[in-house]
Nanobody, 125 residues
Framework: QVTLVESGGGLVHAGDSLRLSCAAS????????TAWFRQAPGKEREFVAR????????DYTDSVAGRFKISRDIPANTVALQMNSLKPEDTAVYYC??????????????????WGQGTQVTVSS
């Protein structure tokens, strides 16, 4: 059992920055990849960014590439999402997710085994 807790969301203006954090606890020894997803009202849950624990490889959806950066802190067992140049269309509940299965390097929600409760990010124009 793994527990993920997101933090750092808030209400900001377009162009501002925000840093989200995902803290993991429990049986995290088999972690393979952690990702951030987001879900806006009336929309499907959308992949945002992912990072592989063993080598730090990252990947981003096109709409956030160049603006967002995902990183990991191995001793702290946390994953951060630095979000710069925020746009109103970034408004959503942001979730972190953990994949514990070796070699599963996907971007679908079903590829991930554990989820946090989400943190709200609101970007006003």
């Amino acid at each position: 059992q793994v527990t993920l807790v997101e933090s750092g969301g808030g209400l900001v203006h377009a162009g501002d920055s925000l840093r989200l954090s995902c803290a993991a606890s429990g049986r995290t020894g088999s972690r393979y990849a952690t990702a951030w997803f987001r879900q806006a009202p009336g929309k499907e849950r959308e992949f945002v960014a992912r990072i592989r624990w063993r080598d730090g490889t990252t990947d981003y959806t096109d709409s956030v590439a160049g603006r967002f950066k995902i990183s990991r802190d191995i001793p702290a067992n946390t994953v951060a999402l630095q979000m710069n140049s925020l746009k109103p269309e970034d408004t959503a509940v942001y979730y972190c997710a953990l994949c514990t299965r070796f070699g599963v390097w996907g971007v679908s929600p079903g590829d991930f085994d554990y989820w946090g409760q989400g943190t709200q990010v609101t970007v006003s124009s």
